[in-house]
């Protein structure tokens, strides 16, 4: 606390990120990274960028990358926009849409980012419940009176999805606001909404290459959207941040969207890796939901969550504990990893 801050700042409950331990090596399977390395096609496009050009701005409108996007969505360019992370895309999207005034609308067990951004906004959470069994119900996204929808498909940290009819159910139930639907791990199982942009004006579809395409560490996000409501979001970036897409992030993300080959490589191991990983926990006595994700949520029906989590943090894995939250406060989300990764993860818990 400052004598500084302002009220705002003082008012803030800022997200926190999973934890990124630098006393030791640890096995990572609590931020939901991608265990493998990214293109190499993406890292020889960054090598290649780290050069004399580095003296100038970037290109502020990132187009290279948004024609590489633009080309495997089939959109146009202008149905595109980039960011910092799609933390910095949801920022923006939820500034430039849903800070209107009325509440907004999102599952009370979903990502936990919105709420800091509701918080900052000054936006009114309509919290909807998941029900018994972590599933979004779409009938529960009718006549909201709100100023806007997000939809985490799949879903996070529960990893269930919905189908693309819910989608659409959901679209059409909130014809006059804007529906973000947040598809950070679509890429492991579920059907992305992309492909009902060109019917659904009031459609924002979130992605990142954080996870599926193993860039985590560049921090490139993006919107997919009528070209309106894209216009609207560049609006507010320029009058926030002209560059905030750097040469080397947006060498590397050009490369990466265009290997769809490598895309489609590392996805399927990680789905062949998670199957197993799923059958291995049962076997231990979890209970794992359905995962259409690169991560499984989990519970032991004998054994506490927060005990298990210290455990493994002692044995050298990290798993992600949410702590004493309602509903969720027994479960833990394991991130896939690699299969030797997961494997030591079944050993360490087979001692406990
Ligand atoms: N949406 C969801 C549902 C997420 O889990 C994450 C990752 N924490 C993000 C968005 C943000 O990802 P990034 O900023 O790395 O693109």
Redesign the pocket.
Known sequence: MSRFWTDKIASLDPYV??EQPQDKKYIKLN??ESPYAPSSKALAAMAAEVSERLRLYPDPNGSALKNALAKSYQLEANQVFIG???????ALAFMGYFAGGKPLAFADV??S?YKVYAGLYGIEPKLISLNDNFDIVPADYQNLDVSGVVV?NP???TGKALSLADIEFILKANSDVVVLV?E??VDFGAQSASTLINQYPNLLV??????SRAL?GI???YALGHPELIEGLERLKNSFNSYPVDRIALAGATAAVEDEAYLKEICDKTIATREQSVKDLEALGFNVLPSATNFVFVTHPEKDAEKIYLALKDQGILVRYFGNKPRIGNYLRITIGTNEEMAALTAALKTL
């Open positions: 990120p999973g931020t939901n910092n992370g799609s933390d910095e895309v949801l979903t990502y980012f985490t879903n996070a940290p947040d950070a791990y979130v992605q990142t290459l954080s996870k985590a921090r490139v996000g």
